[in-house]
């Protein structure tokens, strides 16, 4: 089974045998991570700023608590929504005097908090989906693939695999790297070739 956690999760018993289990309905965990970042003026890109701070959590002790809600993590599907997690961040953020909002051990928690929320909602679906169809192998895949703490995790749950870090982020290369199979099995493009953002598999 591939998770990728900027669109799909897809259910694949081999090459070019895909089924589509589950996707985002709104922003994707990529998306909430850049979102949230703009929202806290972390810069762009987000994942890896948030990944940074939160990384640093404890670094002066743990005066702030902060707790977020994990969207869609108890309905019976394997699709995922994180746009209200961006919005109750926003309104955490706005309850928060300048001061507060400025503290760098209110940042370390609430970004610690946002990250954790990701990835519990990614590892409960995943969860679901590997029990439901018996998957015996999780591939990771996406930019989000990159967060240390993902990569953790999913490491204790599942028997997973992923590319390097530094590869993680190469959409062009997945989607080469299916053309060549399709190329391989056979297939041939009809007609002349054009860029199409939407396609799905």
């Known amino acids: 089974m591939k998770l990728q956690t900027n669109e799909k999760y897809i259910l694949m018993k081999k090459f070019l045998d895909y089924k589509i289990l589950g996707e985002t309905r709104d922003d994707a965990a990529g998306e909430c991570f850049d979102k949230v970042a703009r929202i806290l003026g972390l810069g762009y890109p987000g994942g890896p700023a948030i990944a940074k701070l939160a990384g640093e959590r404890f670094s002066a002790g743990e005066p702030f608590s902060v707790k977020l809600p994990r969207p869609m993590i108890k309905q019976q599907n394997y699709d995922f929504s994180f746009s209200g997690l961006k919005t109750a961040v926003l309104y955490e953020f706005r309850k928060q005097t300048p001061q507060t909002q400025k503290s760098k051990q209110y940042l370390e928690a609430l970004c610690a908090e946002v990250q954790q929320a990701i990835i519990d909602v990614l590892i ?40 390097a870090k530094k ?22 493009p009809e007609g002349e070739i054009t860029a199409k953002a939407d396609l799905t598999l």
């Open 124 to 163: 409960f679906k995943t969860r679901k989906a590997v029990d439901d169809y018996g998957a015996k192998t999780v591939v990771l895949g996406g930019g989000v693939t990159a967060n240390d703490e993902l990569r953790k995790q999913f490491k204790k749950e599942f028997n997973v695999l992923m590319p």
């Open 167 to 188: 590869f993680c982020t190469d959409n062009a290369v997945m989607t080469a790297i299916t053309a060549y199979f399709h190329l391989k099995n056979g297939d041939k």
